[in-house]
Nanobody, 117 residues
Framework: QVQLVESGGGLVQPGGSLRLSCVASGSIFSIYLMGWYRQAPGKQRELVASINSLSANYADSVKGRFTISRDNAKNTVYLQMNSLKPEDTAVYYC????????????WGQGTQVTVSS
């Protein structure tokens, strides 16, 4: 079993920045994939960014503004969010997949990000 604890959400003005963190703990030998999804009210959950050992992947809406990174020694994934827009407002969820198999995926509890003046 894997537990995920997210932090770093909050209220920020348009154009501002936030950094989200997610720490994974539990029965972990290695982690294949780490990522962030978000869900705005009335919308489906969508991928924001993901990272494995080879590359990072971003949603078109956040390219050039968000940066995902991971610290394998700490089993931690980060999401640096710059130039935030009101449409970035959502609950952000950490996602971890221990192996390539989707059945080994785990979700965090979510952290609220609100971009408003």
């Amino acid at each position: 079993q894997v537990q995920l604890v997210e932090s770093g959400g909050g209220l920020v003005q348009p154009g501002g920045s936030l950094r989200l963190s997610c720490v994974a703990s539990g029965s972990i030998f290695s982690i294949y994939l780490m990522g962030w999804y978000r869900q705005a009210p009335g919308k489906q959950r969508e991928l924001v960014a993901s990272i494995n050992s080879l590359s990072a992947n971003y949603a078109d809406s956040v390219k050039g503004r968000f940066t995902i990174s991971r610290d394998n020694a700490k089993n931690t994934v980060y999401l640096q969010m710059n130039s935030l827009k009101p449409e970035d407002t959502a609950v952000y969820y950490c996602y971890v997949r221990v192996t390539i198999a989707p059945s080994t995926g785990y979700w965090g509890q979510g952290t609220q990000v609100t971009v408003s003046s």
